[in-house]
T-cell receptor, first 111, second 115 residues
Framework: EDKVVQSPLSLVVHEGDTVTLNCSYEVTNFRSLLWYKQEKKAPTFLFML????IEKKSGRLSSILDKKELFSILNITATQTGDSAVYLCAPYSGNTGKLIFGQGTTLQVKP | KAGVTQTPRYLIKTRGQQVTLSCSPI?????VSWYQQTPGQGLQFLFE???????NKGNFPGRFSGRQFSNSRSEMNVSTLELGDSALYLCASSLLGAGTPTEAFFGQGTRLTVV
């Protein structure tokens, strides 16, 4: 059965800290892994990772995939209060639009 | 470029009724997937449509059904509503979703409350 585990489940940091969020997966017919940020409503797309070892970067956020060890990490440097959200990782399973979501990591950034 | 549009945003229904939710994907996107989000279960896959065909289905009872039209708009129907169907229903739109990894973008969701 497909499985995605994110850790930690929740995290409280102060502004300026750096955080690392983890995502391990066991998914049949893995295609790619997507990261999302969810505040109040819709998950907002952050990254799509398809190849091992190639870092994707967007501002203070970066992410990398290890297809051999079946995990991905999301790093956020110099955190800000606006980074407070639930971060979701979701591998694509198979040839269709089936994303398998982890439980999410709830990040709270205090001023 | 317009994003993914879901209607309605909020719904309150009573047990036993049925409901239809709508999702208009990003222009040019042919794949629409539906997800149910609840505090206890997180985001769970319902089904995916591509070019009017259901390609994959999650582990939900037959009361949950959907369809996709030729313009890629999709509808999801839940019949004989139960209290446990109260959730945020999200749809995701992607360009291909057919073997080629593509990004998926979510709509704002429909918050369904069953009383």
């Amino acid at each position: 059965e497909d499985k995605v585990v994110q850790s930690p489940l929740s995290l409280v940091v102060h502004e300026g800290d750096t955080v690392t969020l983890n995502c391990s997966y066991e998914v049949t017919n893995f295609r790619s892994l997507l990261w999302y940020k969810q505040e109040k409503k819709a998950p907002t797309f952050l990254f799509m990772l398809t190849s091992s070892g190639i870092e994707k970067k967007s501002g203070r956020l970066s992410s990398i995939l290890d297809k051999k060890e079946l995990f991905s990490i999301l790093n956020i440097t110099a955190t800000q209060t606006g980074d407070s959200a639930v971060y979701l990782c979701a591998p694509y399973s198979g040839n269709t639009g089936k994303l398998i979501f982890g439980q999410g990591t709830t990040l709270q950034v205090k001023p | 470029k317009a994003g993914v549009t879901q209607t309605p945003r909020y719904l309150i229904k009573t047990r036993g009724q049925q409901v239809t939710l709508s999702c208009s994907p990003i222009s040019g996107h042919r794949s629409v997937s539906w997800y149910q989000q609840t505090p206890g279960q997180g985001l769970q896959f319902l089904f995916e449509y591509f070019s009017e065909t259901q390609r994959n289905k999650g582990n939900f009872p037959g009361r949950f059904s959907g369809r996709q039209f030729s313009n890629s708009r999709s509808e999801m129907n839940v019949s004989t509503l139960e209290l446990g169907d109260s959730a945020l229903y999200l749809c995701a739109s992607s360009l291909l979703g057919a073997g080629t990894p593509t990004e998926a973008f979510f709509g704002q969701g429909t918050r369904l409350t069953v009383v």
